[in-house]
């Protein structure tokens, strides 16, 4: 990235009702978004994920520097390798390392040590935080905020894969580095998280929870 000067800003400016319209609509899109944990095995269009992918990479970012990679795994034998660490990861958090506190919270989730969804979902994407980046002439350059950016553009692929019908679970097998072996990424990546895609199988069901209402998630002052 070089530095660059100034240009002016595009900016659309609506009408009152022009904005409400926009914002109830997208509303009612994103809350129609449900964390999927049984997919179809059906392929979703590569072109569906490059254009979220790009739609992620448009986040904002400390000092621009865009912390984040994405590695977006189709294949059936490195899926398969993804699951048997993830799951061997898994045992252990649900036998041992999880407290009787955290069980009791996924409780409602119903989730288990097994994942399945991670060799029949047609797409995983690990998501990866970048602790540095590299300068043109190799040497390292600092980055901002990885965590908050990297969240910010995990949420705009979430919503743009939702947005163009594509399903998605946000699944933090812990720990992950066997991403960065798998994956063949240097260890100044970190995982951040394995997003699962694809459509989700037609038996396939959702728990019976909710979300704040706006006077529970917000206060006006
Ligand atoms: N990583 C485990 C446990 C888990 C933890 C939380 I916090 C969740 O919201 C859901 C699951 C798993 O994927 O099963």
Request: charged content about 25%; aromatic content about 10%; proline content about 7%.
């Amino acid at each position: 990235m070089t530095a660059a000067g100034f240009v002016p800003l595009e900016f659309t400016e609506r009408g009152h009702a022009e904005m409400c319209e926009r914002a109830a609509a997208f509303c009612t899109l994103m809350r129609r978004r449900r964390t999927v944990r049984h997919f179809d095995s059906r392929p979703i269009p590569r072109e569906v994920i490059e254009q979220a992918l790009v739609t992620a990479g448009s986040a904002p970012s400390g000092a621009n520097r865009q912390p984040w990679h994405f590695v977006v795994v189709s294949d059936a034998a490195k899926k398969a390798a993804i699951r048997e660490a993830a799951e061997k990861e898994e045992r252990e958090f649900y036998s041992r390392r999880a407290s009787k506190e955290w069980l009791e919270a996924l409780e409602p989730l119903g989730t288990d040590a097994d994942k399945p969804f991670l060799t029949t979902a047609p797409v995983l994407i690990a998501i990866f935080l970048r602790r540095f980046n590299f300068d043109a002439k190799g040497d390292r350059l600092k980055n901002y905020y990885t965590a908050e950016s990297v969240g910010i553009a995990t949420g705009i692929l979430i919503a743009a894969l939702h947005n163009a019908g594509v399903a998605t679970l946000t699944h933090t097998p812990s720990p992950m580095r066997f991403l960065n072996t798998l994956l063949d990424r240097p260890s100044h990546e970190r995982p951040f998280l394995l997003l699962v895609a694809g459509y989700p199988s037609p038996e396939a069901e959702v728990p019976d929870i909710g979300k704040y209402p706006l006077d529970e998630l917000a206060t006006f002052v």
